[in-house]
Structure formats: structure tokens, C-alpha cells
């Protein structure tokens, strides 16, 4: 049977592709293909009818240009669950910090959301808002290259360095570009992120945001790679600085304020709190972590290399994502910050993604290394699968949503130690690789014997620990009901 998640892995998710470009019936397999890689299989039954495709002596796969094998497209449609009614979108209006926001996924500020006519191009493709690549007074000179990629067995992008600083146009050009989205898009949500260099920059530049029109003032306190003192996370982890900072951006507007916090220290809350103390409105976090990603093996340089150096830079992407949700919680749980709106980032790829910090906590989202690898148009996969997960199960609204996992987190001394669950094996659906007993037998409890080739409990041995369910290949392993430990 085919896996669907893995085959619409392997897409290349090509550029006007030609799978869609060749359908005689005008159906869109490359975004049905797209659509499952992103966990909606929903959305992809929209895109092509599995029973055309069943018929059809598919040019689809004729005209697909991967290197290896041709994406089995009939085969993922037919299976789809059945066509159903699009979800309705307006589940999706929410409002963040008194901003009537269309739907909660924003650009976060970075390259991705550079120009007015990147930033437009998102907006009109259905993102809810932008937040504008940092502006301030300083000019920076980037270098080349700027970017590296940490990858897994032939998997990219699973984390991504960048020594990127703030925005290297003249900031009249930027303020110039604020204004005129906010001019051409008036129901779309507009965030300028700002950094100074001392309190008169920070506090003239929220002064000339508000001037531009524009919603929100993010502070971004956390750029990893920011050089010079007084910038960047040499802000975010001082929470002196952070306060000083605050205090004169309030001076300079009277426009909600987000404070940007950095993930590069224990802990969030002692800056997030000066932060709103001193006259923040809400939170955003996380920004990059400080990171040195590889080093080249043959030039013994780490990367990226510019001219024979590196330096460190923010990691960003997927990776991130378990220590954005931990910061998220944090933030969230905290009695001096438990009604501060928090605005989410750090490895948002799929609407799943999203919903995890929501039910964290967060009132909105931000995404942009999921941007850098399939572009904007994943706004379509991101809408479809979260306003159809709310009809599903009832939720009228983001705010429905929100914080609803946080009463399931509770310290490890309050967890439950006298039960435990078994590993569940089925023998049918096991292909007989013998990953789980390879990783049990040398990195677990030896709970795992052999018989006709295919992997059985030895219940006195186990633990329950479930590393094998976690390495298994095509997912042959469930769990038992819980039991007390014997």
C-alpha cells in the first residue's frame, strides 16, 4: 500500500509545474501533492477527483521531471478520502493586541518579507499580515554567502543557519514601502519591526512607524548576529536594556507594541516581564538561536564560508520547534505575563505546526524558513488545514483554541510513574526490516525477540519507553492500554 506522506516527500515541488500544467481536466495534482507532503489530505481530494484519475492514462506522470521516478499521482488520488465541502475561512478571523487580523498567519520579519512587492505578493496569495524585515538607522553590509542547511538522510532544510542582519535598504525607502502597503492592503495587518541603537533611535523610529501607518511595532531585542553592542539578543538577554528600550519605543507611539524576546538564555520570563512592564502590549519568541551548523571537512572551515571564515549565526526551522513550544510555555504559564498576547515562530511548516503553538499559548503565528524552502503559496495548505480542523471539532474561534494544551503540561515530579504502556506490533503491517529490534537491543532494555523474522515483545524486559515505535519506518508499532508496572 502506498505510504503518501513518503511519495509526496520525494515531489519537488516544482515551480508552475507540469504535472498540474498537462491535466486535461484542468485538476491540480501538483498542489494535491503539496497539500499531502503538508499533512492535508483534505485539501488534496479538493484538487484532483480520484475517480478521473482512475480512468485517466495520467500525462501527469508522464510530464513529471523528478531525476528518480515519476510521483505516483494516481495512486496518492486514489488514496484520498472522499471530496468534502471546503471549510469556511472566516473560522480564521481573530483579533491579536486590538488588530482585526483576516487569519493569524503573518510573515516574520526576515528576507522573506524584505520589499513592498515581496511583502504584496503575500498578501494578495491570502497571508493575514506581514511583519517588515527590521528597519533602524544602520545600514548593514551582508555577507556571501549568508546561509547553511542542516540536513538528515537526504532530507533538506531540517534546520537553517543565516548570518542575515537587519534590512540593508535606506530606511526612508522601508518607511516608504510600510506606507504604501498599508495604503494598498488596509485590511491585511502591517507590523513594522524596528531596532536602534540607543533610546533616541528606538524611540524616533517608533515615531516614524506610526507616521507610515502601520499596526504593530515589533522590537526585535534578538537578532543572534547582529554586530555591535546594543543590538540584537545582546539587548534580549539584559533585561535592563530591554525595559530602557521598551520605555522609549512607548514614548514613540501609541501603537500596540510587541517585544521580540531571544531564545539564547535559560530563561525568557525575566526580560519578557521588563518588556511589558516598561509598556510592551505582547510578546513574540522565538527569534533564531545562536548556532555553528557544520564545518566544511576538506577546508576545515565551518559554514557558511565567507572568504575562508564563518562566524555564529541563528538557527531557525523545523529543528527549532520543540524549544520554541518550551520558550511558548513558559511565557504562557507565568502569573506576571498570564495576559500578555503572544505572537509564535520558530519551525512552523504545516498548519499542525501552528496549531501546536496556539494551543500553547499563542495568539497568532509567524513563519518564515517553511517560506525560504516552498514560498508563499503555502499560505493555502496552512488555511485549509487549520480551518478545517475547527470545524471538525467545534471551535468557533483561534481564541477557542488558544492555551487549550497548557492544563496538560505539569512538572516531571507530577507525572505518572507507577503505570505504564506496551508497545503494540503488527505483524501484518511489519515488513520485517528489524529497525526496532536494532534499537532496542542496543540503545534500550533488550525487550525485543525475533520470530518468523518479524519482531515480538518480551514483556519482562520492557519498559515502555517507545523508542521502537519511534524508529520504525512505516509506523507497524502502536501502544497498548496502560497498565500498572509489574
Not at 515519476?70 to 495512486?75: F, G, L, Q, V
Request: hydrophobic residues 40%; aromatic residues 6%; negative net charge.
Amino acid at each position: 500500500m502506498l505510504n503518501l506522506s513518503c511519495e509526496a516527500g520525494r515531489c519537488l515541488l516544482c515551480y508552475e509545474a507540469a504535472c498540474t500544467a498537462c491535466c486535461p481536466k484542468g485538476f491540480d495534482p501538483a498542489g494535491m501533492v503539496r497539500a499531502v507532503r503538508f499533512n492535508d489530505d483534505k485539501r488534496g481530494s479538493q484538487l484532483v477527483d480520484n475517480k478521473a484519475c482512475e480512468k485517466c492514462d495520467a500525462p501527469c506522470e508522464k510530464a513529471c521531471i523528478h531525476y528518480d521516478m515519476p510521483i505516483r499521482i494516481r495512486e496518492m488520488a486514489r488514496a484520498l478520502p472522499e471530496k468534502a465541502k471546503a471549510p469556511d475561512k472566516e473560522l480564521l478571523k481573530t483579533e491579536f493586541m486590538g488588530v482585526k487580523c483576516e487569519n493569524p498567519f503573518f510573515l516574520s520579519s526576515s528576507v522573506i518579507a524584505g520589499n513592498y512587492e515581496m511583502c504584496a505578493k503575500a498578501l494578495k496569495m491570502g497571508w493575514g499580515g506581514i511583519v517588515y524585515k527590521t528597519i533602524g538607522f544602520l545600514i548593514p553590509d551582508e555577507v556571501s554567502p549568508r546561509f547553511d542547511a542542516v540536513t538528515k538522510e537526504g532530507i533538506p532544510f531540517i534546520g537553517f543557519k543565516n548570518l542575515e542582519q537587519i534590512s540593508d535598504h535606506p530606511l526612508n525607502e522601508n518607511l516608504t514601502a510600510l506606507k504604501r502597503l498599508k495604503e494598498d492592503f488596509p485590511t491585511k495587518v502591517i507590523v513594522a519591526s524596528i531596532m536602534g541603537q540607543n533610546e533616541e533611535e528606538w524611540e524616533e523610529l517608533a515615531r516614524l512607524c506610526e507616521e507610515a501607518g502601520v499596526d504593530i511595532i515589533e522590537c526585535n531585542f534578538s537578532c543572534p548576529q547582529m554586530c555591535g553592542d546594543g543590538l540584537g539578543s545582546d539587548v534580549g538577554v539584559n533585561p535592563e536594556l530591554v525595559a530602557k528600550y521598551t520605555a522609549a519605543v512607548r514614548r514613540g507611539t501609541k501603537l500596540p507594541v510587541l517585544a521580540k524576546m531571544t531564545p539564547n538564555l535559560a530563561n525568557m520570563e525575566p526580560p519578557a516581564i521588563a518588556a511589558i512592564n516598561a509598556g510592551a502590549d505582547g510578546l513574540a519568541a522565538i527569534n533564531t538561536i545562536k548556532s555553528i551548523t557544520a564545518v566544511d571537512l576538506d577546508s576545515i572551515v565551518p559554514l557558511p564560508a565567507v572568504a575562508g571564515k564563518s562566524a555564529i549565526g541563528g538557527y531557525s526551522g523545523k529543528a527549532v520547534k520543540p524549544v520554541a513550544l518550551r520558550f511558548i510555555h513558559d511565557l504562557a504559564v507565568c502569573d506576571e505575563l498570564k495576559d500578555a498576547p503572544i505572537s509564535g515562530m520558530g519551525g512552523i511548516e504545516t498548519w499542525q505546526d501552528a496549531l501546536e503553538f496556539i494551543l500553547l499559548g499563542c495568539g497568532n503565528v509567524q513563519v518564515t524558513t517553511s517560506v525560504m524552502q516552498y514560498g508563499y503559496r503555502i499560505i493555502d495548505d496552512l488555511i485549509y488545514g487549520l480551518s478545517s480542523f475547527m470545524e471538525e471539532k467545534g471551535f468557533s474561534s483561534i481564541e477557542d483554541m488558544r492555551g487549550g494544551a497548557l492544563p496538560y503540561m505539569v512538572s516531571a515530579d507530577d507525572l505518572d510513574r507507577k503505570t505504564l504502556q506496551y508497545p503494540k506490533f503488527d505483524r501484518e503491517k511489519c515488513i520485517g526490516c528489524k529497525r526496532c529490534y536494532v534499537s532496542c537491543e542496543d540503545a534500550g532494555h533488550q525487550a525485543i525477540g525475533i520470530r518468523e523474522g518479524k519482531p515480538t515483545l518480551i514483556a519482562n524486559n520492557c519498559v515502555g519507553c517507545h523508542l521502537c515505535r519511534l524508529v520504525c519506518p512505516i509506523s507497524a508499532i502502536g501502544v497498548l492500554n496502560r497498565v500498572n508496572k509489574p
